[in-house]
């Protein structure tokens, strides 16, 4: 019932930024965190970010001061804003819509397709 679309991606140099959005129909009254998932090619998936309802974020390491999620509550929509891109960032990204506790980020929202994002060096 949820549905999920991802766009803002593209071809870039290193150093250059782009920003990721979320557009999301149906009830969300069900997850309490968001978050996005990369997939670079012959890799599997990893996670990028993560926001809960409380505004609270997490990110993978070598994404940390580079990257910002971020969420409208009154557009079920969020974003990934990514500055000085490098090349490792080249993936195909993916937001999802899931649960965040202790354990960590689980997604239960399924997934869409993806927007890619190619970065040159």
């Given at each position: 019932?949820?549905?999920?679309?991802?766009?803002?991606?593209?071809?870039?140099?290193?150093?250059?930024?782009?920003?990721?959005?979320?557009?999301?129909?149906?009830?969300?009254?069900?997850?309490?965190a968001?978050?996005w998932?990369?997939q670079?090619?012959?890799?599997?998936?990893e996670?990028?970010?993560?926001?809960?309802?409380?505004?609270?974020?997490?990110?993978?390491d070598?994404?940390?001061?580079?990257?910002?999620?971020?969420r409208?509550?009154?557009?079920?929509?969020?974003?990934l804003?990514m500055?000085?891109?490098?090349?490792?960032?080249?993936?195909?990204?993916?937001?999802?819509?899931?649960?965040?506790?202790?354990a960590?980020?689980?997604?239960?929202?399924?997934?869409?397709?993806?927007?890619q994002?190619?970065?040159?060096?």
């Amino acid at each position: 019932q949820v549905q999920l679309m991802e766009s803002g991606g593209g071809s870039v140099q290193a150093g250059e930024s782009l920003t990721l959005s979320c557009g999301v129909s149906g009830s969300i009254s069900t997850f309490n965190a968001a978050g996005w998932y990369r997939q670079p090619l012959g890799n599997q998936r990893e996670l990028v970010a993560t926001i809960t309802r409380d505004g609270r974020t997490n990110y993978l390491d070598s994404v940390k001061g580079r990257f910002s999620i971020s969420r409208d509550n009154a557009e079920n929509t969020w974003y990934l804003q990514m500055n000085s891109l490098k090349p490792e960032d080249s993936a195909d990204y993916y937001c999802t819509l899931g649960t965040l506790n202790a354990a960590g980020y689980t997604p239960s929202s399924g997934w869409g397709q993806g927007t890619q994002v190619t970065v040159s060096s």
